[in-house]
């Protein structure tokens, strides 16, 4: 028979399993629990029991061993004076003696004793804590599968950016290697050029100054005496002439 959870049940089963594992610890320290006391609702280590009972309004508490019976070790809330001995299957929860015979929330319900529910769901939680150590090892090989596949994600990355980071920086000089060649280049252009245009202005002086010696000699010429009779004949030969030596010093 499954039960449907429940938290006060879930505490009894952990409290069993502490009290039959002797690993139940007082309330007030580290050491171990011998004592539960039903109205405090606490264990205690043989020191605090005593000095926490020593006074009148707590020495009546009823206490008892831990290793005792679980039904035993807890009080009902109802019948204070009463221990849990009793499962309500209806209710699904612990009652006691007179919560079974007298109260009318468990009128007709069918009971049975805790210790035998215990016993008759050990295998089905012991089924269970084995399931979940088994998910849980499950989870625990994916967790740290999971973290090495981050981890070899990571490597990668820096591989990746590594070897981006060298091709980047031949790739640099590369170019460094390529811009002292074109900066030759363009210097080699930039001479050559320069030195084109002073060769051709030099040219340009020189035809200039030939013409402007021309045009004197034919200014000197032009006042000698008959002149005038031979000026239209002496007009196109001094334009031959003068184009002649301008072309001749473009030329050479």
């Known amino acids: 028979m499954r039960f449907q959870t429940d938290f006060f049940f879930k505490?009894?089963?952990t409290s069993?399993?502490?009290?039959?594992?002797?690993?139940?610890?007082?309330?007030?320290?580290d050491n171990t629990?011998?004592?539960?006391?039903?109205?405090?609702?606490?264990?205690?280590?043989?020191?605090?029991?005593?000095?926490?009972h020593s006074f009148k309004s707590s020495i009546s508490h009823q206490r008892v061993p831990v290793a005792s019976?679980?039904?035993?070790?807890?009080?009902?809330?109802?019948?204070?004076?009463?221990p849990l001995k009793i499962f309500c299957v209806t209710c699904q929860i612990p009652i006691c003696r007179d919560c079974k015979d007298f109260?009318?929330?468990?009128?007709g319900h069918p009971t049975n004793l805790i210790s035998n529910v215990l016993g008759n769901n050990r295998t089905?939680?012991?089924?269970?804590?084995?399931?979940?150590?088994?998910l849980g090892q499950g989870y625990l090989t994916e967790l740290a599968h999971s973290l090495d596949a981050e981890a070899l994600l990571d490597t990668h990355a820096a591989l990746a950016k590594q070897a981006l980071d060298q091709e980047v920086l031949a790739m640099i000089e590369k170019l460094k290697v390529?811009?002292?060649?074109?900066?030759?280049?363009?210097?080699?252009?930039?001479a050559a050029g320069k030195a084109a245009i002073r060769k051709h202005r030099q040219d340009v002086l020189v035809a200039y100054s030939n013409v402007a010696v021309?045009?004197?000699?034919?200014?000197?010429?032009?006042?000698?005496?008959?002149?005038?009779?031979?000026?239209?004949?002496?007009?196109?030969?001094?334009?031959?002439?003068?184009?002649s030596v301008s072309l001749l010093s473009l030329l050479f």
């Open 124 to 134: 089905l939680l012991d089924r269970e804590v084995s399931k979940l150590r088994q």
């Open 178 to 190: 390529r811009k002292v060649a074109l900066d030759s280049q363009i210097d080699q252009f930039h």
């Open 103 to 107: 109260a009318p929330s468990h009128a």
């Open 214 to 243: 021309t045009q004197e000699e034919c200014a000197r010429v032009s006042t000698l005496p008959g002149v005038d009779l031979l000026g239209p004949l002496l007009s196109p030969l001094l334009f031959c002439l003068l184009f």
């Open 33 to 52: 629990a011998t004592a539960y006391c039903g109205s405090c609702k606490v264990k205690l280590c043989p020191e605090h029991d005593k000095s926490i």
């Open 16 to 29: 069993f399993a502490e009290f039959n594992s002797g690993s139940a610890q007082c309330a007030e320290c």
């Open 11 to 13: 505490e009894f089963i």
């Open 69 to 82: 019976d679980l039904a035993v070790a807890r009080m009902c809330d109802m019948h204070p004076e009463e």
